[in-house]
């Protein structure tokens, strides 16, 4: 089992030798483990190169369903997708649509999504898109998002995963730089976030214990080039921990919801819970393990709903700014905050900012690639990280990495002196929380 916290078999291994039996003791146990293991993968929700669909046990809230009523409202609503929207004009369809679907219970509004099915779905989200003659959409992005939440709010388990599936719009894509075909979507069975317990990596670094669900902790970036989306969202919650609980929920259906900013300006972006796969692990960010059934979830979400708000995980995947990062986390401007690197009191200046609530990150030159090294090894190129200490009276910072327990110590949390910094660093972002 790959299950790193508290990572009891690690412990056993090293004590196994000592302890009369211990070795053959460990073999059961690994053979049970590994059993375990099958069995558990083969109940996983995941589909090759698609998404899951599948039943899943669901309380609608308000009144029960009306069949009769969902069966007008639906009847009324295909007629209006498929009507000529070059004669109606597609916004006004889509209006006819919305007045009729909003009023129904989520029960009778999960029947007629079920009785659209992909055809009429297709259809509708098609219709969303439709340009009038300006080059103008019917729905423009915030109008869109605004449906697509609503959708997945609102129905069921498995209509959601229909809209998911059918609605290309209202979920991101992704392609895999592997080049081969074990790639899809899958549900993950693992936590959404829990508290953690001080633990051992498996090159036994022990870490401390955070205290709260969601924590800067609970990173490993996957394989998405995501470190400037990750290390803003470590920032963030290390300033202050209330932060993703009250930007991120899970809904009464299981979707996701994450209040991301567009200008300021809050935005509510609602995802089916299926996260990328492939090779036997979650392909994008998880908290310290990448195995679908133990997995904290919460950074993938996260992850996910920034691929989203920005059109795919290939508009978030091929890297970023910190700056852009903290902005759409919190709606508070970077550049009003950035730090000045020759600045002989950098040090002092970011303790001051830390002190005062402030989110901070800081960034690497570099070619665009994370594979060249910097500072003896200590530091990658072209690679995004949160300040995670300062040492105020030796002059030096710690640079926390994204990369989680996957890397070695000395990348993982790397102190830098003023001198280092102002060699290796590009860039100093904040921006304050309280």
């Keep these: 089992m790959t299950y790193h916290r508290n990572n009891w078999r690690q412990v056993a291994g090293y004590a196994a030798p000592f302890v009369p039996g211990g070795r053959a003791i460990l073999s ?18 995941y589909v090759r190169g698609g998404r899951p669909q599948i039943e899943l046990p669901w309380q609608p809230p308000g009144p029960p369903p009306d069949p009769q009523r969902a069966d007008a409202a639906g009847r009324q609503a295909w007629d209006l997708l498929f009507s000529d929207e070059q004669k109606y004009g597609a916004r006004a369809l889509l209006d006819h649509v919305g007045n009729l679907l909003i009023p129904l219970p989520p029960a009778e509004l999960d029947m007629v999504v079920r009785r659209f099915g992909p055809q009429g779905l297709e259809r509708w989200d098609a219709l969303t ?14 109008r869109q998002r605004e449906l697509f939440g609503w959708l997945l709010r609102t129905v069921s388990p498995y209509g959601a995963m229909l809209v998911g599936t059918a609605m290309p719009c209202s979920q991101p894509e992704y392609e895999a730089d592997c ?34 669900p969601m924590s800067w902790q609970d990173m490993d970036q996957g394989r998405f080039g995501t470190c400037w989306l990750l290390t803003g969202i470590q920032a963030v919650v290390q300033a202050n921990p209330q932060h993703a609980p009250r930007h991120l929920r899970t809904e009464a259906n299981g979707t996701v919801t994450c209040t991301l900013y567009d200008g300021g300006r809050p935005v509510d972006i609602t995802v089916v819970p299926d996260l990328p796969y492939g090779h036997d ?3 994008g960010a998880a908290g310290h393990s990448t195995d679908a059934r133990y997995a904290e979830t919460w950074p993938g979400y996260y992850e996910k709903a920034a691929a989203m708000f920005h059109g795919g995980y290939p508009a978030i995947a091929d890297g970023g700014y910190t700056c852009e990062a903290l902005e759409l986390l ?11 690197l020759r600045s002989p009191w950098l040090v002092h200046e970011i303790a001051d900012r830390r002190a005062r609530g402030h989110a901070v990150t800081a960034g690497t030159h570099g070619r665009g690639d994370d ?14 990280y949160f300040i995670k200490d300062v040492d105020v009276a030796g002059g030096r910072i710690c640079l926390g990495n994204p990369w989680g327990d996957g890397a070695d110590r000395r990348m993982w949390e790397c102190w830098l002196t003023l001198a280092e910094a102002q060699t290796y660093l590009g860039a100093v972002d904040s921006v304050p929380l309280r």
């Design 28 to 45: 059961t146990v690994d053979m049970v483990g590994e059993l375990a293991d099958a069995a558990g993968l083969g109940r996983l929700h």
């Design 129 to 142: 898109h439709t340009e009038d003659e300006h080059g103008e959409p019917a729905y423009d992005w915030r």
């Design 179 to 212: 080049g081969c075909d074990d790639h899809g979507w899958v549900l993950p069975t693992g936590p959404f976030a829990q508290v953690d317990g001080a633990y051992y990596t498996e090159s036994w670094q022990r870490v401390s214990g955070s205290t709260e």
């Design 281 to 283: 692990r979650l392909w």
């Design 330 to 340: 919190t709606g508070r401007s970077a550049h009003e905050h950035g730090l000045d």
């Design 371 to 384: 594979r060249e090294r910097l500072a003896g090894g200590r530091l990658a190129a072209s690679h995004a």
